[in-house]
């Protein structure tokens, strides 16, 4: 019972973020509420692992930087795209990415999918069991 209700707690958190994020950019401009998220990253970065970054070799900034631009492209779009559907459609396609990713690596890098990232699969969409228990039980016997 208590990972059933930690699972919920989660959920509940992470769709939250989705209505605040929602009414905040409503508020400001979307690329100045992404510069404060990333600039309050940054800053938690720096103070929790001072030499996380100072300690990358060139390579490491070449990908940081590819990854970082990545990211924030993603973040960015998906912020713009929240302006204009609903939290809970956003939530879903955002949340549907991890069982997609593992698929889109295996077609665009042709990488064999693992267990695990089938088990992280079935884990996501293991919270349908969230709003029906007796559903997910059927499923995991």
Same mark, same amino acid.
């Given at each position: 019972m208590?990972a &059933?209700m *930690?699972? =919920?707690?989660?959920?509940?958190?992470?769709?939250?973020?989705?209505? &605040? @994020?929602?009414?905040?950019?409503?508020?400001?401009p =979307?690329?100045?509420?992404?510069?404060?998220?990333? /600039?309050?990253?940054?800053?938690?970065?720096a103070?929790?692992?001072? +030499?996380a &970054?100072?300690?990358?070799?060139?390579?490491?900034?070449?990908?940081? @930087?590819?990854l $970082?631009? /990545?990211? $924030?492209?993603?973040y960015?779009?998906?912020?713009?795209?929240?302006?204009?559907?609903?939290?809970?459609?956003?939530?879903f396609v955002?949340?549907?990415?991890?069982?997609? /990713?593992?698929?889109?690596?295996?077609? =665009?890098?042709?990488?064999?999918? /693992?267990?695990?990232? *089938?088990?992280?699969?079935?884990?996501?969409? $293991?919270?349908?069991g =969230?709003a029906?228990?007796? +559903?997910?039980? +059927?499923r995991?016997?």
């Amino acid at each position: 019972m208590t990972a &059933v209700m *930690l699972l =919920v707690a989660v959920t509940a958190v992470w769709g939250f973020i989705y209505l &605040v @994020v929602q009414d905040a950019t409503r508020r400001m401009p =979307v690329m100045d509420f992404m510069a404060a998220r990333f /600039t309050v990253g940054a800053l938690v970065l720096a103070v929790l692992r001072p +030499r996380a &970054v100072v300690s990358l070799d060139p390579a490491g900034w070449v990908r940081g @930087v590819a990854l $970082g631009l /990545t990211l $924030g492209t993603s973040y960015t779009l998906q912020v713009y795209g929240l302006r204009h559907t609903s939290a809970t459609v956003s939530a879903f396609v955002t949340g549907m990415f991890v069982v997609f /990713t593992p698929l889109l690596s295996a077609l =665009v890098l042709r990488r064999r999918i /693992t267990p695990t990232a *089938l088990g992280r699969d079935r884990t996501r969409s $293991g919270r349908a069991g =969230v709003a029906d228990p007796a +559903r997910a039980q +059927r499923r995991t016997g």
